[in-house]
Structures are given as C-alpha cells and as structure tokens.
C-alpha cells in the first residue's frame, strides 16, 4: 500500500517536472530552428539586396566607360594645342553629357603632363590646376591602359565642385601608343549613399562599395572611415560572391554581408545586416511564442501541483500537513520579499488589526486555560507578524519614521540595561561615550531595535562568551570613509563583538533580507537589513568589517544635528483609562477593521459612529458637527485620502481633534510632516489610549506630536 502511495507521488512529481521541461526543451528547439529560419530569411533579404545594388553599381560604372568612348570619339586626331584652342566646345559638350547622367560629377581631358586641357566644370581651366600627384595619373602613365577606379577624392577647385567623389579613367588613345593623358570621369559619391538609403530602410542595414584594396567608394549608413581593410583578405582571396559574418574587436558577430564583384572592374558591392538586428527579429518571434507557451505551462503546472496535493492530503495527512506548512512558510518568506514595495504591508496590517482586537475581545469573554492558551499563541504570531512587517518595511526605507533629537552622549547607557537582558551572563556588554554632545535626530524606536539586533546576533555570534562593545563619537566624513560616499557631520555608532566572525563570501550578503547562516527557526534573516535600512533612511548608512577567529564591527554612520535634544517624557500610564469624551467618527473601508477600531473606542466609554470613505465622513460631520475626535484610516477609495480628509477638517472644524491610522502609506510622513498624530496598525488598545491623549492634547491648527507606533 505504502509502495502504491509513493508511486502515485512520483507519477505526480515526474508529470509536474515534465510539464516544465518538455515545453522548457521544446521552446529551446524552436528557438534553435526560427533562429536558422531567421539567418535564412536574413540572408535571402542580403542577396535581393545584393542583386539590386549590384546591377545599379554596374550600370553606372558602365555608363562612366561609355562616356570615356564617346569623349574619345570627340577628340580623336585632336592635339592638345587644339583641345585646348577648343576649350569652350569642348567644355558645352562634355557638359552635356555630364548633364544626361545624373551619377557624374564631371568630366576631365588631361595632357601628359598631368593639365587638365578640357572640362565640363571650367570653360577656362587655370594654368595652375594640375592633377599629375592623382593615383589614377600616375598608374596610367606608368603604363597601365584598362580603365582604373580611384580612391575618394577631394574636389580642389574651390567654388565649383564641393562633394567628395571617385573617378573612373583610362589612358587618352593614341596611334603610336604613346602616353598622351587620361580621360577621367568624376562619380557623385553621394548618389550611391542616397540609393542606398532609400532601399536600406530596415533597422541594421548595411551596403557599401568597395575597391578591392579595402577602400570604401560610399557606405550607408556613413562612417569616418574611408577603409575596410578587414574586409579585404576576405574579398581576394574568397569567391566573387559570398557571405560572411564580420566579427567586431571583441571577437562577437557584428555584421552578416554579401558581396560581389563588379564584372569588369576591381570594385565589389556589399550588401549586410546587423547581426543584432536578425537576433532582434528572433527575439520578438520567440517572445510571441512565451506570451502564449508561458501560461499554459503556468496553469497545467498549476493544475498537477493541486492534484498531488490532493493526493497527499488522500493518502498521508500527517506527511501532507508537514509538507504543506513547509511550503507555506517558505511562501510567506517569498510573498514578505515582494512586500518591500510597501504595497501589500498595508491590507497586510489590517488583518494583524483585526486578529489582534479580535484576541483581546476574546479575552473578555473567554476564561478557560487551554483557551487563554491558545489566544496567547494568536497573540504571539501577531507580534511576530507586525515585527515582520516592519523590518521589512525599514529595509526597503519605506518605513514611517518619527525622527525626534536624541543625545547618544546619555541616550546609549540608557540603552545598556535593555540590551543586557537580551544577552547571556557570560557576555560582557561596554558602553563608550563621548564627552560632547552627540546628537542626531532619528526615530528612537527603530534605533532601539537596530541596537537590539545587533546585539542578538553579536550574543549568537559568541557561544562561548566575550564581550559587546558599543561606542559613539563625532565624525566628519568627506566622500571616501564609506561606500556611499557620505560627506558633512555624522556620529559613528561602533557596535563590536568578540566572536567567531563572518567568512569572506559571505560578508557581502548580510545586509539582504532573508540572508541567514542560522539553524532553520533560529533567525529570520531580517535583523541586519533592518538595521541597514533604518540607516539608509535616517540618511546614513552601515557597514561591517569581519575577521574570522576575531569578531566582527558593524558601524552605523548617522547624520550628526546642532538641534537639542527633546525633553524627557513620561510614559504614558498604559492602565488608565481616558474619561468618556462623546463621540467618535471612525472612518475606515474595511468593515472587520472598523468594527476592531469601534469596539475599543467603547471600551474606553466612547460612543462611535461608522463610515466608509472621506465624503461620507464630511456629509455626517455636514448634518452633525458635534463629533469629539474623527478616527480615520489614511488610505481608502473614494479619491480622497484620510490625509486630505483631516486637511479638510482642519479647514471646516479647527478645534475638532483628527486621529490618522494606517497599515502603510506612503502619504503617512507626510502627515506626520503636517502635525497629525499617526497610529501605526496593528494597534492594541494602550497605543490607541496614548495617541487619543495626545491628538486631543494638540492644537488642530499646529499639531506637533509625534505618532506613536501601535
């Protein structure tokens, strides 16, 4: 039988990781195939391309040797004497041919001696003007007879022609075969990279003409370089037509081209992509498929995991509980991550609102020990929770601070006793203090409990015992003492242990929530990153220094104020009991925590009425301004905050006391900011009793309590 059970289970387990793996093994082989489906289509798109710029390039470079026959046909027979007594003629004629082609650029006949004699530019070319230092000149003369293909030239008659070009020429024909000039023919570069343009106009295009010495004619898109000497072992010594991937300096795919040589002339056209651009095309495909493959993974595993849930529930409950407050731990570990955001910490405080009131109005009624029992667990775990909360909270610097003046000078040996208790005897717990004064204006709670958090990991850090050192002192800091490069007056609060130390791969992980070395159930792994958030918030920061053997220096550098610090206050008497003071207006959405909220009020002899949202509360206090305290929650629907809400009473009612509460908002500074007293939720009734003391003891139109933390 029990073979049976577990077979069923690993059934369950090998279909749930099945449901995973397969479509996990069938998205890489479909990512794998569109990916060669994508290079092909790539590739078919470069060789269109390809085809294109080619038959363009040759037509071009064709037309150029025709127009360098037909000016041999108009000066054939002519001397230079007479070319040059014909300037003008010639001049309008070999304008007109430039002006048929729109490709050309100009047309040039030059003497032997490199003197242009005949332009289509100049009717009358200067003496001065010479082109004898040009490449193409002095290959022709040195006997070189086909037609040649300069590099990128650079137009030297100012005021005529200003674009960059290339020329295609040939040796000047003569019948003893002598060297009598060049006829050369200028091509507009930016036509070819305006041609280019207009049919490159997918992301990642690429297409160049290039001599086959890596000189690049025109390129689009444009680029400061006139050279492609990478490409040119790959065009002399590959196939006339080919593609390739171009690999960047750092030895990764950068471009996928095809070129292809011009038949005739040692010229190539390239034609390329981007290679990010084909993975960006993949990536969008393959993104199309997860928006559909994801939740239907999603759900079958959903589905598989509910059904060996039910068979474990069926077949063991004892081993289906276990496991189940397993896997809800470990999910509330998770679900605790996400709530760093502040988001889900207010509905979260609300249900810890209504356990807690519901715990204590259980107590009224129930006397029974087991009973009593059972609250106290209840009453624990909310505890427990709202610390949770918190911390998490305060590492995330979400957390609503009540920043008050404190002199560490006497605050820290105030502190000793309390930490003391969280230690054992046979660790000994030193207190140092400056002289001066040492003040900093942060919350006082949340600094206790960074001292407490330390301190308990310090104690757990030393088994055996040693010593706990606390000290404070004035620093001034200048941007290179700590990571964040802090600047101005801090005070330092030094807290080191004599313990076993922290290893070196693990230091740089103290600091994240849920980071623990400890036994399972021996530490929620959210002490230090309280304790860093706290500083983080405060404007400081914190950081730790560990050698193993040694013990470990945690310092926390907060930011040192000229202030004084506040007086000395009384604890509230958490006993008594207010006198009855009327009426009371609880404001709040959810029902469970407004009836938590009114059921305490009547226990403190108040008589209260209930609404949901802020226009509601303005309409009743409209019919009925004889309210004594409003009682409102600050974040409700309704467009209206409980924020606006006591803003609005001030304005209307200026003597009427306003309470805010709130699970987590991030308009609760700001009413703190503003003077209202703030309850945080979860609050029990002694919290309550101090803060309607308090709002009540305020001056509406200058509140400056600060809110008590239930």
Known sequence: MRSARESAIRLLQLMMAASVVLPVLLFLVAAALNYRYQQAVADDRIERSLDIVHENALKVFQTGERAIAEVEEVIRGMTDEAIAA???QLHERLKQIVDAVPQFQAILVVDARGKPIASSVLAAIPAQVSVADRDYFRAHAAGIERTLVSEVLVPRWAGTISARFFTLSRRRPSVDGAFTGVISVAVQRRYFAQFYGMIGRSPGSFYALIRADGKILARYPDAESDSASDLRPMITQGPERIIHNVRSRNDTPDERIAYRKLEGFPVYVIAGLDTSAIRADWLATMASHLIYGVPATACLLVIIGLALQRTRRLHAEAERR???????????????????????????????????????????????????RFLDMIANATARGESLTRQLLAFS????????????????PELKEM???????????????????????VDPSELELALLNLAV?????MPKGGSLTITA?????KGKAVEEQLRGEFVAIRVADTGTGIAPDVLPHVFEPFFTTKEVGKGTGLGLSQVYGFAKQSGGTATINSTIGRGSVITLYLPRTRELPAGSIAPADREATPQPAGTVLVVED??????????????LGYTAKQVANAHEALEML?????????????????GMTGLELGQAIRRLYPEMPVLLTTGYSSSAQDAVGDGFVVLHKPFDLAALIKCVREASRAKPQAQSVQPAVG
């Not at 609503?400 to 820290?412: E, G, K, N, W, Y």
């Not at 959810?590 to 226990?603: C, K, L």
Request: glycine fraction near 6%; charge should be negative; proline fraction near 5%.
């Open 397 to 412: 610097r979400r957390q609503t601070l009540s920043p008050t003046v404190i002199d560490l000078r006497a605050r820290l």
């Open 322 to 372: 276990e496991a189940a407050e397993s896997a809800l731990r470990q999910a509330q570990r998770l679900e605790a991550i996400g709530q760093l955001t502040g988001g889900v910490a207010h509905d979260f405080n609300n249900l810890l609102t209504i356990i807690s009131g519901s715990v204590e109005r259980l107590r009224r009624d129930l006397s029974g020990e087991k009973q009593i």
């Open 457 to 461: 990991n310090a104690r757990d850090a």
């Open 622 to 638: 409209g019919d009925n301004p004889n309210f004594d305290l409003v009682f409102s929650d600050i974040l409700m629907p309704g």
């Open 590 to 603: 959810n029902p469970e925590v407004a009836e938590v909220a009114t059921a305490y009020f009547e226990q």
């Open 86 to 88: 014909n300037q003008l």
């Open 419 to 441: 930490l003391s208790r969280s230690l054992r005897g046979d660790i000994r717990i030193d207190v140092v203090v400056p002289d001066e004064p040492c003040a900093v204006k």
């Open 473 to 477: 002192k004035p620093v001034v800091l």
